[in-house]
């Protein structure tokens, strides 16, 4: 159980949350024990798949009783660092942003947003969420006051890349980016782009 | 070329949709060919690996010569079946929904939306986008009507799953899903669950 070891392939990091996601579902309906068979009817990967990845991070399952759904869930926070609340910026403060400075999921799952912005002077000073929408020529700062290290862009694709620019400048280190487009960062700063399409057309394959 | 090879693994088909956006991209920039180098660049997959998903598909580069983007593009789009535009429902007229309705990314790349639903009798008429609220009570004779395949769920996580039945009685066989819950649907059903925090989570490892 540690998050130093850095032979974990990328594709396992990127399945732990859903696992961690998995095992927060059974434990709100009381659950206690599960079963690599029941993640797998669950997420659709393979059991063995998923006593696999996990075996990277320790001995998590006993053979023939499953795993204890509360250590495993708080093994995986951990490893995934989200046993505490990270501060999110978050950029843009259109309908998405709105439904983003608003959506209720964040906290019990590790982030929290602690600051807004915008480039159109109409929206700076609006309440959005617990905050108010502030100017983007006062992020950089913002960002190092509040040594916030993990940032949402919700702006068009067009002013994406400059955001991008500003807010690794500013320190941020990890970038949840909705805008249509790739971004090029330094090779410390990670992306994780969410496409709505590029998931439409994984499954129009199938149909 | 042919999307009736079902021993692609599912892992293959999520990229296509990633080189794709690639290929794209650089043809918008005026590019004729690129390699499997530069796409490795661009993507953070390894080049080999490019090499041999696309190679599941035919033959598309020549060694030396690289990839021509436009053909490939155009292969691609065959592939993964969206050189025609997919009809889509949305589901759930809020802050998101609204996002949704405006996003103008969808068309160029194979879909659209053409009815919008939401359960809230304040929303209904609502002018979102091309389209009109419409209740949710009509929503399985305008599925069947027009004949729509593609929804996207934008309600809350305790409503989702009667929206889910519901599309899928409709004869909704793909879902795209933002709400923050996972989907029980029959086998022949393809969802893809759009989970911010999930992305987050696979980036906070590394910090």
Same mark, same amino acid.
């Given at each position: 159980?540690?998050?130093?070891?850095?032979?974990?392939?990328?594709?396992?990091?990127?399945?732990?949350?859903?696992?961690?996601?998995?095992?927060?579902?059974?434990?709100?309906?009381?659950?206690?024990?599960?079963?690599?068979?029941?993640?797998?009817?669950?997420?659709?990967?393979?059991?063995?798949?998923?006593?696999?990845?996990?075996?990277?991070?320790?001995?998590?399952?006993?053979?023939?009783?499953?795993?204890?759904?509360?250590?495993?869930?708080?093994?995986?926070?951990?490893?995934?660092?989200?046993?505490?609340?990270?501060?999110?910026?978050?950029?843009?403060?259109?309908?998405?942003?709105? !439904?983003?400075? @608003? /959506?209720?999921?964040?906290?019990?799952?590790?982030?929290?947003? %602690?600051?807004?912005?915008?480039? *159109? &002077?109409?929206?700076?000073?609006?309440?959005?969420?617990?905050?108010?929408?502030?100017?983007?020529?006062?992020?950089?700062?913002?960002?190092?006051?509040?040594?916030?290290?993990?940032?949402?862009?919700?702006?068009?694709?067009?002013?994406?890349?400059?955001?991008?620019?500003?807010?690794?400048?500013?320190?941020?280190? !990890?970038?949840? @980016? /909705?805008?249509?487009?790739?971004?090029?960062?330094?090779?410390? %700063?990670?992306?994780?782009?969410? *496409? &709505?399409?590029?998931?439409?057309?994984?499954?129009?394959?199938?149909?």
């Amino acid at each position: 159980m540690s998050n130093s070891n850095h032979h974990v392939p990328a594709i396992v990091i990127g399945r732990l949350p859903l696992y961690l996601r998995a095992l927060t579902q059974l434990s709100s309906e009381g659950r206690h024990v599960t079963s690599s068979q029941e993640l797998s009817e669950k997420l659709g990967f393979s059991s063995a798949q998923i006593r696999k990845d996990l075996s990277y991070f320790g001995e998590f399952g006993k053979q023939g009783t499953g795993y204890e759904i509360e250590f495993l869930e708080k093994s995986l926070r951990e490893i995934l660092q989200v046993h505490h609340v990270w501060d999110m910026a978050l950029v843009g403060a259109g309908d998405l942003g709105h !439904a983003l400075a @608003n /959506y209720d999921g964040f906290e019990a799952r590790g982030f929290r947003i %602690v600051a807004i912005f915008d480039a *159109d &002077p109409t929206k700076i000073g609006l309440k959005m969420g617990d905050w108010q929408v502030q100017p983007i020529t006062d992020m950089r700062e913002t960002l190092r006051e509040k040594k916030i290290q993990v940032a949402i862009i919700a702006v068009p694709a067009t002013a994406a890349q400059q955001v991008a620019d500003e807010l690794v400048e500013g320190g941020v280190r !990890a970038i949840l @980016n /909705y805008a249509p487009t790739t971004l090029s960062v330094p090779q410390k %700063v990670k992306v994780y782009h969410i *496409d &709505p399409v590029a998931g439409l057309q994984s499954m129009t394959y199938y149909l």
